[in-house]
């Protein structure tokens, strides 16, 4: 128990697609693949019961990442904010399910998805392979951002739309424009605009500061793109099917 939570993990280091990587990844889509069956199960209560335990969920994580740096000396207002995109989207998620709100859902859709999504398949886990706490917390937690939309498109029925497509764009950039003050102001590096991340990531492949920022800029736009195309073909088919008809 004691590595469990040790700030110097001797276990074993993350070991990118190893058997704990990829059985949480499988473990991740299949949860989210009974979202398919749960859609068919008309059960107001159940639904209930099912969003508030992910909300639930995803704030205990989050408090329990944040203990943790505090016991072991990590915790900065450098570092530890809720600012970082992930992070957000994790308060977002917990209150989007349970309040059902569109508002939310609409960022968390494109941001949240497709922040999530490279966190699980690049965690920044460093020493702490499987199976420390910062392995549980960071697939639980983005894991769960993932599944909450997800779980809010599949079961519930929401979607995004072309106008939420713009405000999601036009609003991250806002939020970075925030971020970047706050940067300035206590010399931290959320979004990680300030510089470059120590750790290896996409961003290294993206030029130099600040112009991998345009870099970012491009693969958050080409990654919402690609969320979209899916409702995007729906629409399309569905004006063709009313054009038939009339």
């Not at 736009?221 to 690609?226: G, H, K, P, S, W």
Request: proline share 4%; with cysteine; charged share 10%.
């Amino acid at each position: 128990m004691d590595q469990f939570f040790a700030k110097d993990f001797t276990g074993g280091a993350f070991v990118f697609l190893g058997a704990a990587h990829t059985t949480a990844l499988i473990i991740i889509a299949l949860i989210n693949l009974t979202f398919i069956q749960l859609r068919q199960v008309d059960s107001p209560d159940l639904r209930k019961t099912l969003r508030n335990t992910m909300a639930a969920v995803l704030i205990a994580n989050e408090a329990a990442w944040h203990v943790w740096n505090w016991s072991v000396g990590n915790w900065t207002i450098q570092t530890m904010l809720p600012l970082h995109l992930c992070s957000v989207m994790v308060f977002l998620s917990a209150y989007m399910l349970v309040t059902r709100s569109d508002a939310i859902y609409e960022p968390l859709y494109f941001l949240g998805i497709g922040a999530a999504i490279q966190a699980i398949f690049t965690p920044d886990l460093g020493l702490y392979g499987f199976p420390h706490f910062r392995f549980f917390q960071t697939f639980i937690s983005h894991g769960l951002i993932v599944t909450a939309a997800i779980y809010m498109t599949v079961v519930e029925g929401y979607r995004p739309t072309l106008k939420s497509f713009r405000n999601v764009i036009v609003g991250a950039n806002i939020y970075m424009l925030f971020v970047g003050v706050i940067n300035w102001l206590i010399g931290s590096n959320y979004l990680f605009i300030a510089h470059k991340p120590e750790t290896p990531s996409l961003i290294d492949v993206l030029g130099p500061w600040p112009w991998y920022i345009l870099g970012l800029e491009a693969v958050g736009l080409l990654t919402c793109a690609i969320l979209y195309i899916p409702f995007a073909i729906l629409d399309w088919r569905n004006s063709r099917v009313r054009a038939q008809i009339s």
